[in-house]
């Protein structure tokens, strides 16, 4: 009864590979996210999507595509990976300001 | 969007109350005060949220002064399963405005 999940845990692929991370959640939320957690820890908010509209869009480069395809999956592609995107990606959702974040991807390029 | 600082780090002992004090000096009028708690290799998990005064739910309480320009974070009796980082954040309750800091790293020592 996972709430927020995410595939795959880990990904590990090579530089300028192009790469999909999924998230579902099944808790009836309007509104997902995507953050960024980089090796120092911070937690950076790239995309926020309420009932399938993109609402935020922070400054990330446009080789990062998030796609909705209904209210419950936020799917982020990201094209021609670079050595600074390994990171753990989560995606959370929410109906107010109580997220709730799935287990995290770690996405490693080599 | 507002900012929050916070202290990096914390030690404490088992049995020991925690007090963790987050500054947000330019909070908005319509803006919560939302904490949150990060395990290792773990997505964050929601502790409390307030706007004013005192709140208390069963892990912790949040007391919040009358200018709201700061809050804190009580943990009562922390065993070592409270080590995590515990991230302070304002936002307008709708989930559009979270900005996570660098987060306080709690150590619970035995």
């Known amino acids: 009864d996972t709430a927020v999940s995410q595939t795959p845990k880990y990904l590990v692929t090579q530089m300028g590979n192009d790469k999909s991370i999924k998230c579902e959640q099944n808790l009836g939320h309007d509104t997902m996210y995507w953050y960024k957690q980089d090796s120092k820890k911070f937690l950076k908010i790239m995309f926020s999507y309420n009932n399938k509209e993109l609402i935020i869009n922070e400054t990330v480069p446009n080789r990062f595509s998030p796609k909705s395809p209904d209210k419950a999956h936020l799917n982020l592609h990201i094209n021609s990976l670079e050595l600074g995107d390994s990171a753990v990606y989560f995606c959370?959702?929410?109906?107010?300001?109580?997220?709730?974040f799935g287990p995290g991807t770690r996405l490693t390029v080599t | 969007l507002a900012k929050t600082t916070q202290p990096i780090s914390m030690d404490s002992y088992e049995g020991q109350e925690v007090n963790i004090t987050c500054s947000h000096n330019n909070i908005a009028t319509n803006d919560y005060i939302t904490w949150y708690q990060q395990f290792p290799s773990q997505g964050p998990r929601f502790i409390i949220q307030?706007?004013?005064t005192k709140v208390t739910n069963e892990v912790a309480s949040l007391f919040i002064p009358a200018d709201r320009k700061s809050s804190t974070l009580s943990l009562p009796r922390v065993s070592l399963s409270d080590t995590a980082v515990y991230y302070c954040?304002?936002?307008?309750?709708?989930?559009?405005?979270?900005?996570f800091g660098a987060g306080t790293i709690l150590r619970v020592k035995s």
């Open positions: 307030g706007y004013k």
């Open positions: 954040l304002v936002g307008d309750g709708y989930g559009n405005k979270l900005v």
């Open positions: 959370a959702s929410s109906q107010a300001d109580e997220q709730y």
